[in-house]
Structures are given as structure tokens and as C-alpha cells.
């Protein structure tokens, strides 16, 4: 009998996905002294997984609540979460919610939303035109490209924003290239705690940024990935959004719910549409419905209803805010005590940037051959990029990773800082 090849023997290996990479490599490492500052997931001060407390109340109420069943959820998701979710970033008193013309379909947490995002606009936006550009900041959350490479835009570009020399937004840079992108492009936003540079823009800069999207007709995508998280309130995290609706754009915001209610593994995430009437609305929900049951058909219910409950409800809307406010009071502390160890070590450079920055991560400023000698040397795995996770910095770790960074810097001199 002939053996016939395997269909598929031209199939080439693909190559890891660095942060998983970084992830296996620290949990192969036998070194006794070793830090994790690539996983992109709250820690607490013990570097342990924490489940927020009001998550673990709502879980208690919902086992023994017997009106819960497995049924599916309607397509576009559990209608309470949707509202709920799209309020939470719009506000209270945002004027699309009280003309109906804005609103939420569910998704597989934040990158499922930029997914079904991607989907929406290839097909129904800008159609006249060959081929609509696509613009996100350099450096960006990687997915980002290959999310809108897979859904088939084919002119995909960077705007600048990271200045490497000053370790800080360029602003002068990123409004330059926003105005030289063609007419109507798609350009994506972080709505706060950029990732990874850990900068954001001031209010003041946002207003610059959507004058000149406005100038040029863009349509924005904000990746709305850490609301709350960021600097504990929801309100301050969301008012590059809000600034928006105020003037007037249609814009899309891909939500995630994964790190500020530390869901990640519940895929919890809310696309929020604002449109210029409730018709477009009505009429992008359904294409959007039709979209989902080709992917994947309905989402989950578990996660959303949690969140739900958490924003529907007052007492545990409450205490949802006072997790929050641990989780980034404690990433703030961490950046503070780094960066006075570092000016006590009397570490070459201006480390300001360390408690300039805001969130989850921080651009270090180190080059590729200071990370490899953090990584071979010292056994602290971070980005090549030199961007680290705050949150895998405790008490415990942080006088070593210090004494490690001031060696790198003044050890290995390639591009010194």
C-alpha cells in the first residue's frame, strides 16, 4: 500500500509567542533567586494570583442562586454586561447612551473584540477605496497587527510614539503622522496605561490627538484594556473616551475586563459602538451578530454575569472600587520604591520615567544586550524590549532586581543609558 504524505508536511514551525517563551523559560529555570516580569497579570504583594474579593462574593451568590441555568446567551451576549460594560467606559451621562446610539456587543475579552472590530471594518467601513489604512503607536501591544493583518487590511502603519531618547510620549511625532495618513483611516488607541511603554498622553495632549483626527476624519479603536486599573478610578482611566464622544466622533472601544476584575481566563471583553444615530446602530449590531455566529455563534456566561453584577449593583460596585484601588496603589508603591532604590544605588541615567509612567508595565529604557544579561546572568526574564510587569516586582524581589539593573546599566555599556 502507497503511503500517501501528510497534507500538511509543508507546514512550517511557527515560532513561539515571545511573552509565553519568556514564561516556559522562567518556569524551567531551577536558579534559586528568580523573577517574572513578563507576565502581563496582577500579582499581589506575595507575587501571588489574587482574586478580587468581590469576584469570590458574587461566585458564592451565584452557585446557590437556582434561577441560573447553561442555557446560551443571545449572540451578541448578556444584555445587562453590554450595557453595563458600554456605560462604564461612555459615563453615566453620556449623551450616545441617552440618544440611543450607542452600544455594546459581547466578546472573547479584549482581543475578541478587536477581532470582531478588525471583521466589522474590513467589510463595511470606508468600502469605496482599495484598501483603508490602519495606523497603531510604535511601539504597541504586538496582537495588534496580527489582528488586523488576519482580518485582511493590507496597509497596516506605525504613528511614533515612544521617545526613546527622553523616554516619553512623542507627541510632535504622533500628530505628524496621524496628519500624513491618508483621509478616514482607522487609527487605534490605548485609552490608558499604554502597553507597553506605560505612557500616556495628559488631557491637554488628548485634545491635541483628537483635533487632529478629527482634522483628517479618522476613525478611532480604542483598546480599552485596564479601565480602573490604571489609577484605581474608572472615571479618570476613561477620559480620552469620553473626550471623544464630547466631539463628536463615531469611534469603536474594544474592552477587557481581564485585569481589572482578574478575570483572564473567563475571556470577558465588550465591544462599544458609538454611532452618529440609533439606525447605524441597530443596523452594525445585527452585520455584528451575523459575524459572531460565524465565528464562534454566542459567548460565554459566567464571567460577564459577574461583571454585571458588579456594575448593576451598588454595595458590590463599591467594593469592586476599593479592589481596584489596591491593585494599583500597590503598582504604584512598587514603581516608587524602584525608583528610590535606584537613585540610592546612584544607578547612571534619569530614572524618572519609572514613576512617570502608569499601569501595568514600564519601558525600562534598558537595550537587548542589558535584558540578555538580566535574563543569562540574573535570572529576571523580561521583554526584550526592556519592558518589565510591574506586578511581578514584590518587597521580596525588588532590592535584587534593583542591585541587577544598576549592573546591567553600568556593566554593559552598548547604548549606555
Not at 502581563?40 to 461566585?59: F, K, M, T
Not at 495628559?202 to 479618522?218: L, P, S, Y
Not at 479603536?221 to 466631539?247: L, M, N
Request: net charge neutral; with cysteine.
Amino acid at each position: 500500500m502507497t503511503t500517501v504524505p501528510s497534507a500538511f508536511n509543508q507546514v512550517e514551525q511557527a515560532p513561539p509567542v515571545a511573552v509565553f517563551k519568556l514564561k516556559d523559560d522562567y518556569t524551567a529555570d531551577s536558579a534559586e533567586e528568580k523573577i517574572n516580569l513578563g507576565v502581563g497579570a496582577y500579582r499581589d504583594a506575595n507575587g501571588q494570583p489574587w482574586v478580587l474579593p468581590v469576584v469570590r462574593s458574587i461566585e458564592a451568590q451565584m452557585i446557590n442562586d437556582p434561577a441560573l441555568n447553561h442555557e446560551y446567551l443571545p449572540i451578541s451576549g448578556l444584555p445587562a454586561f453590554c450595557q453595563a460594560a458600554t456605560k462604564l467606559c461612555l459615563g453615566s451621562d453620556s449623551k450616545a447612551i441617552t440618544e440611543n446610539r450607542a452600544g455594546g456587543v459581547q466578546a472573547l475579552s479584549g482581543t475578541g473584540a478587536l477581532r470582531l472590530a478588525a471583521e466589522f471594518l474590513k467589510r463595511f467601513y470606508n468600502t469605496h477605496v482599495e484598501s483603508t489604512v490602519v495606523s497603531y503607536p510604535d511601539p504597541t501591544w504586538a496582537n495588534h497587527d496580527a489582528i488586523f493583518r488576519y482580518a485582511g487590511f493590507t496597509d497596516r502603519r506605525k504613528y511614533r510614539y515612544w521617545d526613546a531618547k527622553n523616554r516619553c510620549l512623542d507627541l510632535a511625532g504622533l500628530k505628524e503622522d496621524l496628519l500624513q495618513l491618508p483621509e478616514v483611516s482607522i487609527v487605534i488607541l490605548h485609552a490608558c496605561a499604554h502597553n507597553p511603554t506605560g505612557v500616556d498622553p495628559t488631557q491637554e495632549q488628548w485634545k491635541e490627538i483628537a483635533d487632529v483626527c478629527k482634522q483628517k476624519n479618522h476613525f478611532p479603536v480604542f483598546d480599552s484594556a485596564y479601565q480602573g486599573f490604571a489609577t484605581g478610578d474608572p472615571d479618570v482611566d476613561a477620559w480620552s473616551i469620553r473626550h471623544f464622544e464630547k466631539c463628536g466622533f463615531e469611534f469603536f472601544v474594544c474592552q477587557s475586563f481581564s485585569k481589572n476584575f482578574g478575570l483572564y481566563n473567563e475571556r470577558v471583553g465588550n465591544l462599544a459602538m458609538v454611532m452618529k444615530d440609533p439606525d447605524s446602530l441597530t443596523r452594525s449590531r445585527s452585520q455584528l451578530e451575523l459575524i459572531i455566529r460565524g465565528m464562534y455563534s454566542n459567548p460565554p456566561n459566567h464571567g460577564a454575569r459577574v461583571v454585571a453584577t458588579a456594575l448593576c449593583n451598588p454595595s458590590s460596585l463599591g467594593e469592586w472600587h476599593d479592589n481596584i484601588r489596591t491593585m494599583s496603589a500597590r503598582i504604584k508603591q512598587m514603581r516608587k520604591s524602584l525608583h528610590e532604590k535606584l537613585k540610592i544605588l546612584g544607578t547612571p541615567g534619569n530614572w524618572d520615567h519609572i514613576v512617570n509612567q502608569i499601569g501595568m508595565f514600564s519601558y525600562t529604557g534598558l537595550n537587548q544586550a542589558q535584558c540578555e544579561f538580566m535574563v543569562k546572568q540574573k535570572h529576571i526574564y523580561l521583554m526584550k524590549s526592556g519592558r518589565i510587569s510591574m506586578c511581578g516586582l514584590t518587597e521580596g524581589n525588588i532590592d535584587y532586581f534593583a542591585q541587577s539593573l544598576h549592573e546591567a546599566v553600568t556593566k554593559i555599556n552598548e547604548n549606555k543609558l
